[in-house]
């Protein structure tokens, strides 16, 4: 990526002045504005905009205002507003003390351009770009990644709610073009049903009674269908996403008995990934982390994490809430190489990291990934006496498992397991187990003999030395370094907003995410600029007290 010369638009005379008066010792947007120019030009905007005519507001100032707003957590009328009133906005973009702005309207339209174009990342990459042209970050660095959860905008709907709400979202849109064709043959009673929100309070109470509700909606909604498929309807109305999301929620929530709609049974319901739970956000997903659930997605923010370096967010990846973690691991390798920011180091948690991912990340592209291996989960492993994985011998050359009472393994089946990854299954001798004395050690199956299931050599080995390495105090000073992430998504969520998203939609949200992780940024790089230190973490003064020095010990946050 070449950089654009800067600054393409000199700051007005009379604009320099008045801000150097109100703000003698300068402030943030004022040594961003000395320090990095404009970041943006208009050339990185330029196939999102007609060649004819001029746009108002030139593209680059447009990209600066909507990271101003997300460093201030403001609306788009606020930021309009502080376009018109606020000397130190005028001076980061170059406009005149008299401009008199734009109206608030042109953000949302800016943002849409933004996504269609595909643009969001470009909006964080280019301020990377001049970051490590200053020399504040750099490639083969450590890095660290975490995620949160993300709530739509939304308001959560049980089951029922979710379908009365589906089917009422396509009337209203119905309702909206073809007024006149929808009265013709709706029925009163839909009125009473569907003219205001559905909500728990008014819902019938009990299993059959809301079944039958559930089933009555369901015919209505299988009406409405049938209605707008029909020769009768304008072509136009399959075409509206609120129709076509009711059709798509029809086909997961219910099925024809005996030419009967019926309310589908809870395990016979598509899979939550492919399930919506609300009509007015619809791409918004169920996810479930620990004991924390919700409705929405997820975002994960890498950051660089070196020592005595600025710390800056270096990628952003927004994902439906139902998308583990794991899948996300490979994606953001494959983007921070292009951006030629690869890390040397990965630190990650559990959910980042599995041997395959392990052995991938460190031969393709030299990076290695640090997170704690999943412990053995077996009841083997957890009972002291007890006979687990480790406790086998394995002899890779001649295919066969010695156990500890030193009886060989019967057979060796190489197979798949549930995910298609490639496994060994091992099972021992019927009769040996059954005549064992130590059965009760090893398999708790009255009348299987003990099986085992290995990963191949090289992911089996490397699973092992990593759950040994993982107990070493040295791998574990060094991962401590990963719990200052958590501190930067508090910073996300405290200070700009992250828990909620402003937008509907996986892509808005997306752009939302990308513009609260370089609001971030300009907040980092002007604290370093101006002095301010890393912050440490809170202790209480209790935990001061504890002789434990683990408790005690502080990493670098931000
Ligand atoms: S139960 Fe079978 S595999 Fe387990 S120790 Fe006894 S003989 Fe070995």
Not at 466 to 474: A, F, G, N, S, V
Request: with cysteine; aromatic share 8%.
């Amino acid at each position: 990526m070449s950089l654009h010369p800067r600054p393409i638009d000199p700051i007005p005379e009379a604009t320099a002045r008045v801000a150097r008066q109100a703000f003698p010792k300068g402030n943030r947007y004022i040594l961003l504005r000395d320090e990095l120019g404009t970041i943006y030009t208009d050339v990185e905007f330029a196939p999102l905009f007609s060649v004819h005519g001029q746009s108002a507001l030139s593209p680059w100032r447009l990209a600066l205002i909507c990271v101003m707003q997300f460093l201030e957590d403001l609306t788009d009328r606020q930021a309009a507003d502080a376009v018109r009133s606020r000397i130190d906005w005028k001076y980061l973009l170059s406009l005149d003390l008299g401009d008199p702005g734009f109206d608030f309207s042109v953000l949302s339209e800016f943002r849409n351009r933004i996504i269609a174009g595909h643009l969001e990342q470009r909006l964080l990459d280019q301020l990377l770009e001049q970051c490590k042209q200053k020399g504040w970050i750099k490639e083969r660095g450590k890095q660290r990644t975490d995620s949160t959860h993300v709530l739509a905008a939304i308001r959560t709907l049980n089951r029922l709610e979710s379908i009365g709400e589906t089917l009422r979202a396509a009337l209203n849109a119905v309702a909206t073009v073809e007024p006149e064709w929808l009265k013709g043959w709706v029925s009163s009673a839909w009125f009473e049903r569907y003219g205001r929100p559905v909500e728990e309070y008014r819902l019938p109470k009990g299993k059959e009674a809301r079944q039958t509700y559930a089933e009555t909606i369901g015919a209505d909604g299988m009406d409405l269908l049938e209605q707008v498929w029909s020769e009768a309807a304008p072509p136009y109305l399959r075409e509206i996403p609120a129709v076509d999301h009711l059709r798509q929620t029809w086909i997961g929530q219910f099925w024809v008995d005996n030419g009967h709609l019926r309310l589908r049974d809870a395990k016979d319901l598509p899979p939550v990934g492919k399930r919506s739970n609300s009509p007015y956000d619809p791409e918004a997903r169920y996810g479930n982390k620990r004991s924390t659930t919700w409705t929405g997605y997820k975002v994960h923010l890498t950051e660089t994490c070196d020592a005595d370096a600025m710390h800056l967010v270096t990628h952003v990846i927004t994902s439906t809430a139902n998308v583990p973690d794991i899948e996300q691991t490979e994606p953001i390798h494959q983007a921070l190489k292009a951006k030629r920011l690869l890390p040397r180091e990965h630190l990650v948690d559990a959910g980042y990291v599995d041997t395959g991912l392990f052995m991938t990340s460190r031969k393709t592209d030299g990076i290695e990934l640090m997170g704690p291996m999943r412990p053995n989960g077996s009841w083997q492993a957890k009972e002291a006496d007890a006979y687990d994985l480790s406790q086998f011998h394995i002899n890779w050359n001649t295919k066969k498992v010695t156990c500890p009472q030193g009886k060989k393994s019967k057979s060796w089946t190489p197979t798949k397991d549930a995910w298609g990854n490639a496994v060994i299954y091992v099972k021992f001798s019927r009769t040996h187990c059954r005549l064992c004395q130590y059965r009760t050690h090893c398999t708790r199956c009255a009348t299987e003999p003990r099986s085992l299931t290995l990963r191949p050599k090289a992911a089996h080995q490397l699973l092992h030395s990593m759950r040994h390495q993982q107990k070493t105090l040295e791998w574990q000073q060094q991962y401590h370094q990963r719990a200052g992430v958590e501190g930067t998504l508090s910073q996300g969520i405290e200070c700009f907003g992250l828990r909620r998203t402003r937008y509907i939609g996986l892509a808005k949200t997306h752009l939302q995410h990308v513009l609260t992780g370089i609001a971030m940024n300009i907040t980092r790089i002007t604290s370093w600029l101006t002095g301010i230190p890393h912050v440490h973490t809170r202790i209480s003064r209790f935990a001061t007290l504890a002789d434990d020095s683990s408790l005690c010990s502080v990493p670098n946050l931000l």
